[in-house]
Nanobody, 124 residues
C-alpha cells in the first residue's frame, strides 16, 4: 500500500502559476509510476500528466503540453505538477495517483492508489 497526499492548490488569477505536490508514504521508495488527474464539476476525471518511476519519461494531455511540467524527487518521495499560464478551464480538483512501475497509463482505473485531491481554482 502507498498513501498519497496532495497539496499546493488554491485560487490563482488567469495566467498565474501553481505548483502541486504529492507526498507519498508506504510502498517502495521509487517503484511506482505516478500520474496527475483532474475532475471539474459535471465532467469525467481527466488524465493530466504521468511520470515513470525513474523520472525519465513524462506524458501529458494535449491541453497542458507546454504549460504543465510533472517531475519527481524520489529522495523526498514526492511528485510535483508545476502549472503555468493557468486558465479558467484548468479549474478542477486535482488528484495524484500511483501504479506499479509502468508509466503512461491514461485511464483512472489503471491506477491503484489515489490521494484525496487538492482544489485548483483559476479566476478570470
Amino acid at each position: 500500500q502507498v498513501q498519497l497526499v496532495e497539496s499546493g492548490g488554491g485560487l490563482v488569477q488567469a495566467g498565474g502559476s501553481l505548483r502541486l505536490s504529492c507526498a507519498t508514504s508506504g510502498g517502495t521508495r521509487n517503484g511506482y509510476a505516478m500520474g496527475w488527474f483532474r475532475q471539474a464539476p459535471g465532467k469525467e476525471r481527466e488524465f493530466v500528466a504521468a511520470i515513470s518511476w525513474s523520472g525519465g519519461e513524462t506524458f501529458y494531455v494535449d491541453s497542458v503540453k507546454g504549460r504543465f511540467t510533472i517531475s519527481r524527487d524520489n529522495a523526498k518521495k514526492t511528485v510535483y505538477l508545476q502549472m503555468r499560464s493557468l486558465t479558467p478551464e484548468d479549474t478542477a480538483l486535482y488528484y495524484c495517483a500511483a501504479r506499479p512501475r509502468i508509466a503512461g497509463a491514461r485511464a483512472p482505473d489503471e491506477y491503484d492508489f489515489w490521494g484525496q485531491g487538492t482544489q485548483v481554482t483559476v479566476a478570470s
